[in-house]
Nanobody, 124 residues
Framework: VQLQASGGGLVQVGTSVKLSCVASGRDISTYFMAWFRRAPGKEREFVQGIYAAGQTREYADFAKARFTASRDNAKNTVYLQIDRLRPEDTAVYYC??????????????????WGQGTQVTVSS
């Protein structure tokens, strides 16, 4: 499966951005999908994941209030909306697919394919 992330860019503090991740080569409707991010000088970290039906999510603590993952299985696409952007949200955002049942959703090694990342830069 190939994942293509998009939607990033230079955005203003306090605004919102919605990232997209389109999958090809595999129907992702039965898989857990996740978003990670890598901020400058930091390691990549889990942000949020969404289960197949789109009703249940896993969250990093920092991502509970302003981040919302969603999916449209008919379009083979997952999204991440980030509201009330802060400078510390500046990062490359990656989508990933977990193709086997695992439980450590924050663990990068559980994911089999990754998108190339989309840069979000929050300007004050």
């Amino acid at each position: 499966v190939q994942l293509q992330a998009s939607g990033g860019g230079l955005v203003q503090v306090g605004t919102s951005v919605k990232l997209s991740c389109v999958a090809s080569g595999r129907d992702i409707s039965t898989y857990f999908m996740a978003w990670f991010r890598r901020a400058p000088g930091k390691e990549r970290e889990f942000v949020q994941g969404i289960y197949a039906a789109g009703q249940t999510r896993e969250y990093a603590d920092f991502a509970k209030a302003r981040f919302t993952a969603s999916r449209d299985n008919a379009k083979n696409t997952v999204y991440l909306q980030i509201d009330r952007l802060r400078p510390e949200d500046t990062a490359v955002y990656y989508c990933a697919i977990r193709e086997t049942y695992k439980s450590r959703h924050w663990d990068e090694s559980e994911y089999s394919s990754w998108g190339q990342g989309t840069q979000v830069t929050v300007s004050s």
